[in-house]
C-alpha cells in the first residue's frame, strides 16, 4: 500500500512556503489518508495503488488550470525532445509509401547522411529483418532506428535505377530538432524567417538565419509565428532582445506565491533597426505572445493575422520520487505595457480548449468586427499610445481573415487521405534526376516549374485511382491551391523545409499582407519605430 508520502511531498514541491509539517497535519492530508488506507481495508477488489495516486494527481491539476498537466516518467522524455531540440537515431525524415519506408530526405550532417542514404531511397530491411509490405507504423519506425548514440543499425536500402540492394551501417548519433523551419529573402530587401517554437536551440537557429539574411542584404524582416505553440521563457526573451533596444522590459512574471520577475533586454541584437513584421493566428500562443506583445507594446513592429491563443500562464517543472513531473503553473506573465493575455479558464478545461471552435461559430476567423472585447482590457502601446487589448490573446495591428476562397470538398478528400504527399514521392522516384538537373536553386524552380502542365493531370489520375471521384467544378475551384502545394512539395523534397515554404507562402495571406505593409507608408503612419 502506497502512504501519503508521494502526495505529501507533492504538495510541499507546489510551495516553498509552507512547512512539510504542516501539510502532514493539514486535515485534507488525513482525509486522503484514510481513503487510500479504508479502500485496502474494505474494498470489495484489489486495486492498483500507483494509478489511485496517479488518477488522484491528475484530478487534482485539473481543477486548477488548463495548463498544470502530470507526465509520468514513462512519458517525460518523449515530451521534453522537441524542446531540448535532439534525439538519438539515425536522421532521416521518412514517409510510408505504399507500405514502404521511404527516405524524403536525409538530416544534413546526420549519420544517415553520412553514409550515403539518399532522398527517395526505400528501407526494406532494419538488422536482417524484412519490414517492406507488412503494415508498418511511424511508431514501428522509430522503434527499430532509434537507438541509443554510438549504436549501430544495418540496412538494406532499393535505390532507383539500381538492381542490387544496398546494404548500409548506420552509428546513431544525436539527431537536431530545428525549430526554424524556413530562412530566405522573400523579396531583395525583406528577409523570412518562419519559427515553429521556442526551444533550447532556437536561438542559435534564429541568430544564424538573421546572419544569412545580412548577408544578402536583407533591410526589413518577417517573423512568421503562426502555429507555434510556445517553449521556453527564456526562448522568448532572447528572440526579442535581437530586436528589441537595449534596457527594455520585455516581460514580468508574477503569481501568489512567486514574487515579481522583470525581464530586460541585455544585448546589442541584430536586427534593431528596420520594419519589422510578426505573424500570429488562433495557434500562437504563450512564448510566441510574449515576443508579439513586447513588439507591439514598444511599437516596434507591426503584427499581422488572427488573434493568438490567449495563455498568459507560466509552468514550472516538479520532479516527484518516481521521477514522474508535474508542470505547475506558478506565474501569470504581462507585457511591458502591463497587459494579461491569459484568457478566462474559469469555466473548465473542457470549454477551455472549445475556444477555437467558439471562434469560428462566432465568426472571428473571417472578420475582425466580430470580435468584441471590454474597455478595462485596453492598454496603450508605450510610443506611439495605440490601443491595443490584454486578457484574450494578442490583437494584431492588421487582420488577415482565414481564404476559402480555394477549398472544395474535392481538396479536402485528397488531402485528408494524404494523396498529395504520396503522389510527390511516387513522382520524385521517376523525376528526381532530371529535376535535379534542369534546377540548380529553389528560385529557378519557383519561376520555371510549371506543376498545372507537369503534375496535376496525373495527379488527378491517381486520386481516382485512390478512390477520390474526379470533379472538375471542385478541381477548377481548387487547381491553384493543388497545384501550388504540389509544388512546394516536390521543392520540399530537391531542397529542404525552407523551400517549401517559399513556394507556399505564394498562397499566405498573412506572408503577402505582410509584404504589401512593409512597402507602404503604414510603418510611418502608425509612428512605428524601425529607424
Not at 528577409?191 to 542584404?217: P, S, W
Not at 477551455?352 to 471590454?374: A, H, Q, T, V, W
Request: charge should be neutral; hydrophobic fraction near 35%.
Amino acid at each position: 500500500m502506497i502512504s501519503l508520502k508521494k502526495i505529501l511531498i507533492l504538495l510541499l514541491l507546489l510551495s516553498n512556503q509552507i512547512a512539510f509539517s504542516q501539510y502532514v497535519q493539514s486535515d485534507a492530508s488525513k482525509k486522503f489518508d484514510a481513503l487510500l488506507q479504508y479502500i485496502e481495508y474494505a474494498y470489495v477488489d484489489s486495486t492498483d495503488d500507483n494509478k489511485l495516486v496517479e488518477d488522484a494527481i491528475v484530478a487534482v491539476l485539473k481543477e486548477l488550470d488548463p495548463h498544470s498537466v502530470y507526465i509520468p516518467k514513462e512519458e517525460l522524455k518523449k515530451m521534453n525532445e522537441p524542446l531540448v531540440g535532439n534525439f538519438e537515431g539515425v536522421g532521416i525524415q521518412f514517409n510510408i509509401f505504399r507500405d514502404t519506408l521511404m527516405v524524403v530526405s536525409p538530416i544534413s550532417g546526420g549519420p544517415s547522411e553520412k553514409v550515403g542514404l539518399r532522398a527517395g531511397d526505400k528501407i526494406i530491411e532494419v538488422d536482417g529483418e524484412n519490414i517492406a509490405g507488412i503494415g508498418l507504423q511511424n511508431s514501428d519506425v522509430q522503434k527499430k532506428l532509434r537507438g541509443k548514440k554510438g549504436t549501430k543499425v544495418d540496412v538494406s536500402i532499393k535505390r532507383r535505377n539500381i538492381e542490387k540492394t544496398l546494404k548500409f551501417t548506420i552509428t546513431r548519433d544525436k539527431i537536431p530538432i530545428f525549430s526554424v523551419d524556413a530562412t530566405y529573402m522573400a523579396t531583395p530587401e525583406i528577409g523570412y524567417i518562419k519559427v515553429n517554437r521556442f526551444a533550447k536551440n532556437t536561438i542559435t537557429e534564429f541568430k544564424e538565419g538573421l546572419a544569412k539574411l545580412h548577408e544578402q542584404d536583407m533591410k526589413h524582416l518577417i517573423i512568421d509565428l503562426r502555429g507555434n505553440g510556445g517553449g521556453y521563457l527564456k526562448t522568448a526573451i532572447q528572440m526579442a532582445d535581437e530586436v528589441i533596444g537595449d534596457k527594455k522590459l520585455i516581460v514580468y512574471t508574477e503569481g501568489k506565491k512567486a514574487p515579481k520577475q522583470e525581464y530586460y533586454t541585455t544585448t546589442k541584437g541584430a536586427f534593431e533597426k528596420g520594419k519589422l513584421v510578426i505573424l500570429i493566428d488562433e495557434g500562437s500562443a504563450s512564448a510566441s505572445e510574449i515576443v508579439s506583445g513586447a513588439i507591439q507594446d514598444y511599437d516596434r513592429g507591426l503584427i499581422i493575422g488572427r488573434r493568438s491563443f490567449g495563455k498568459g500562464l507560466v509552468q514550472k517543472p516538479f520532479t516527484l520520487p518516481d521521477g514522474s513531473v508535474i508542470r505547475l503553473t506558478v506565474a501569470r506573465y504581462h507585457t511591458p505595457s502591463g497587459r494579461c493575455i491569459q484568457r478566462p479558464y474559469d469555466e473548465g478545461n473542457e470549454e477551455y480548449y472549445k475556444e477555437f471552435s467558439r471562434r469560428f461559430e462566432n465568426g472571428e476567423y473571417m472578420s475582425e468586427d466580430s470580435i468584441s472585447l471590454p474597455d478595462s482590457l485596453k492598454f496603450e502601446t508605450l510610443n506611439s499610445q495605440r490601443t491595443v487589448y490584454g486578457g484574450g490573446g494578442i490583437m494584431p495591428d492588421v487582420f488577415v481573415s482565414i481564404d476559402t476562397t480555394m477549398s472544395s470538398d474535392y481538396f479536402g478528400k485528397v488531402n485528408r487521405k494524404g494523396l498529395l504527399n504520396e503522389f510527390v514521392l511516387e513522382y520524385m522516384d521517376n523525376h528526381r534526376k532530371d529535376l535535379e538537373l534542369k534546377y540548380n536553386d529553389v528560385e529557378n524552380f519557383k519561376q520555371f516549374f510549371n506543376a498545372e502542365e507537369e503534375m496535376l493531370t496525373n495527379f488527378i489520375e491517381y486520386a481516382e485511382k485512390n478512390e477520390i471521384e474526379k470533379n472538375e467544378e471542385q478541381i477548377n475551384i481548387s487547381k491553384k491551391l493543388i497545384t501550388i502545394r504540389l509544388k512546394a512539395l516536390v521543392a520540399r523534397n530537391l531542397w529542404n523545409t525552407s523551400a517549401y515554404f517559399q513556394i507556399a507562402n505564394d498562397l499566405n495571406d498573412s506572408y503577402l499582407k505582410a509584404i504589401e505593409e512593409i512597402n507602404s507608408n503604414t510603418f510611418k503612419k502608425e509612428k512605428l519605430v524601425y529607424k
